[in-house]
Structures are given as C-alpha cells and as structure tokens.
C-alpha cells in the first residue's frame, strides 16, 4: 500500500509551504473511518494518531494497525496516510507499534532526565530505521493530561532541542506553553519567542501538540513560525460527545429503532468530519497531498 507511508514526507512539504498537517487522533473504528473518508473527500493527506491508551482500548497495536489498513484499502483511499504512535513513553510502546505496522512513532521521554531522553530517543531512531519510519521527540513536557501523561507546560530548552535535532529525528515537539485538553482561565498564550528559537535551533518540522481550542491567529502564527504538524484530540471528542448528547436529548433514540449504534453514531461522525474538514482549512492542509 504505497500511500500508507511515514510521516516525513508531509511534515517535510508543510514546513517548506508554510503550513501544517494535520494530526488526528483516533478512538475507535467509527473516528477512523470518518477521518479516512475526510482525507480521501478534500484530497488531504493526514497523520492518524493513536495514543498508548486509546490502543489498549482499542483492542491493542495489532488491532489499531490493521484497522487502519483494512479500512484504506476497502475505502480506496489514495492520499498518504500516517499511522503515528502518539506519546509513546517507552522503547518497548515503540517497538511494538512498529513491529504491528505503525509507520511512525513519537517517543515522549520528556519524563525523563534529558541524557536519558537523548539515549533512549537514539535507540528509538535505529530500530525505527529498520522498518522505514520516522519518530517524533520530544523537549519540554506539554501542559495538561493525556492518557494519564501529566505535564505542567514547560518551555523547552532550544539547547536541548539541537541536541535532540542532531540525533537524526524527523519531528521536533516542543513545549511552548502549549496545554492537553480544555485550555485553562488565564492562560498566557504560545511562547512565539522561544518557538522561534527552537525554529532556528532544531531546523526541524515542528509540532503543535494540545492544538485543539488556540485562538486561530496564534496557531497561524505558530505555522508561519515553523509548525508543520498540529495535533487535535479534545475539540473532535467534543464535537462527537456534543452530537450523541444532543441526539439522545431530542429522544432520537426512541423513535425508529434510534439505537441502533448506526443511527446513533451518524450524526457523531458527522460531527468528527465538519470539524475535521474546518481544522484542515484552518491549518492549510486542506487538498495538500
């Protein structure tokens, strides 16, 4: 399958264009389909991220990626697709995403100390070498929860970032100020400063991760500034919670055979592609493959 490919490429394409793939993270088979749908419809290649507890919920690796597969080739889907492994906290998470036919994988070791981020990330880099995929570091833990991943949105270190960069990493996450979920009261903003920095330190793609519910201009001018990839969990979720609520609200449920998880879901997968075409635009990697 020659569009299900690594995420170099894209990232490569989107820092040179001055815009960012989208990366989106996905939760059962459902929020699959509807996002391979989305990229097929606008001609967008995207990056599917799966994180750690969304896999295991899922049924596990081997589960997620030919799912994933299955789902492209019965849906014909021609445009590049990425299969990411997100957060990663561990050599072994992703050894075994790439030995279940992940294409690319994020190694977070930004719990760590940093020389033990720096080893374990190098480690990371030759086995994903074997099997022609591209990694994700990180420097500088993103602020908020996910999966049970705590970080208190530290501002990377853009020493830390050239070291990490020198490794042969194909995608630099940084923190910025950047937050996981609902971003809090009296949030500050993205650090453009030291995202510029980091820019000049690392000359690698960068990522925005905790993308979802940043004022449009800071994500505009995070991308102008050097992101290549935005990473969007929460407003999906909201937007397939905010449907199923408003359905069962309005008693759908009740008439029709509304349970029916087909009926049931239709307008949530709906939610997650309107949401998803809107962020694509909002990105600049709507029709970009």
């Not at 994988?105 to 990371?124: A, C, I, Q, R, Y």
């Not at 990473?231 to 449920?253: C, H, M, P, S, W």
Request: proline residues 2%.
């Amino acid at each position: 399958m020659k569009n299900f490919v690594n995420a170099k490429a894209l990232v490569d394409y989107a820092k040179a264009g001055k815009y960012a793939v989208a990366h989106f993270n996905i939760n059962n088979l459902e929020w699959t389909k509807s996002l391979l749908e989305v990229a097929q419809e606008t001609k967008s290649g995207i990056i599917l991220g799966a994180s750690e507890g969304a896999i295991k919920y899922m049924g596990g690796y081997n589960v997620v990626a030919n799912m994933v597969k299955s789902l492209m080739a019965d849906l014909k889907i021609t445009v590049p697709i990425v299969l990411h492994l997100d957060h990663g906290q561990s050599y072994q998470a992703c050894q075994s995403a790439l030995e279940a036919g992940f294409t690319s994988v994020m190694f977070d070791g930004s719990h760590l100390s940093f020389p033990e981020n720096l080893e374990t990330t190098k480690k990371v880099i030759a086995l994903a070498k074997k099997y022609h995929a591209s990694v994700e570091a990180e420097a500088g833990s993103v602020g908020g929860e996910e999966d049970g991943v705590v970080g208190l949105g530290e501002v990377a270190d853009p020493q830390e970032c050239q070291s990490l960069a020198k490794l042969g990493i194909d995608i630099l996450a940084a923190g910025i100020n950047n937050v996981h979920g609902r971003y809090p009261d009296g949030w500050k903003g993205l650090n453009f400063d030291v995202l510029k920095q980091i820019a000049e330190a690392s000359n690698k793609p960068l990522v925005l991760h905790g993308g979802s519910g940043i004022p449009k201009e800071q994500v505009a001018k995070a991308i102008s500034l050097g992101i290549a990839k935005v990473n969007v969990n929460t407003e999906l979720q909201e937007a397939f919670a905010g449907a199923i609520r408003n359905y069962i609200i309005n008693n759908k449920d009740q008439e029709n055979k509304g349970y029916d998880p087909r009926k049931l879901m239709k307008d949530a997968t709906l939610a997650i592609k309107t949401k998803a075409i809107e962020l694509l635009k909002e990105f600049g990697s709507y029709g970009k493959s």
